[in-house]
């Protein structure tokens, strides 16, 4: 059952990583490039924070931070470290079949740390929202879309990786937003 899975996800990795063109490439280096989230999508929500609840500015993002630190360690420690799947561009398997844009990076890929991460931040942002915006929900949520494709499209993660990255990111932030939302009214 498991190697069905992922036999199934080496071939929808090889679909989607060779509907690339090298006239695409540095759209998606771009897209997938971290300074994206340091540069504009961080200012975008420190800016939206401070002025949805200025007295609670400095408390949320150290909540925004703790959400993108146990992510990180999350996903590198009790999961690339132990599972040790290797990436599209390192399995011997694929490497040859797969359109490797960048350089290979770590050995391992399981679980996508940008899409751990990048879910983790915006999803803890969504759900502290107090009035919705759906211009911004709707962009934020694209941009995620985009990164996670960004990875596959690159050659570094395999769908899965990048789905259980994201389902990854997605849980510790909603425990994250329950801690904080339980101190917040404990105070």
């Known amino acids: 059952m498991i190697e069905k899975i992922i036999y199934l996800d080496k071939k929808l990795f090889l679909f989607l990583n060779n509907l690339g063109s090298e006239n695409w490439d540095f759209i998606w280096v771009f897209i997938s490039n971290k300074m994206w989230m340091c540069f504009i999508i961080a200012p975008l929500i420190l800016f939206y924070l401070y002025r949805q609840d200025g007295s609670k500015f400095i408390y949320t993002v150290l909540f925004i931070l703790m959400c993108f630190g146990i992510t990180d360690l999350i996903h590198l420690h009790c999961f690339k470290n132990i599972f040790m799947r290797l990436r599209p561009c390192w399995d011997p398997e694929i490497a040859h079949l797969s359109r490797i844009v960048v350089d290979k990076g770590g050995m391992y890929g399981f679980v996508s740390g940008h899409a751990a991460n990048s879910t983790a931040i915006i999803s803890f942002f969504l759900v502290h929202l107090k009035q919705r915006n759906n211009l911004l929900t709707y962009g934020l949520i694209t941009w995620l879309f985009l990164v ?9 993660h395999f769908p899965l990786d990048v789905f259980f990255g994201a389902l990854l990111g997605f849980i510790i932030a909603h425990v994250i937003y329950r801690v904080f939302n339980y101190i917040s009214n404990y105070k």
């Open 148 to 156: 996670s494709y960004s990875r596959i499209y690159l050659g570094k």
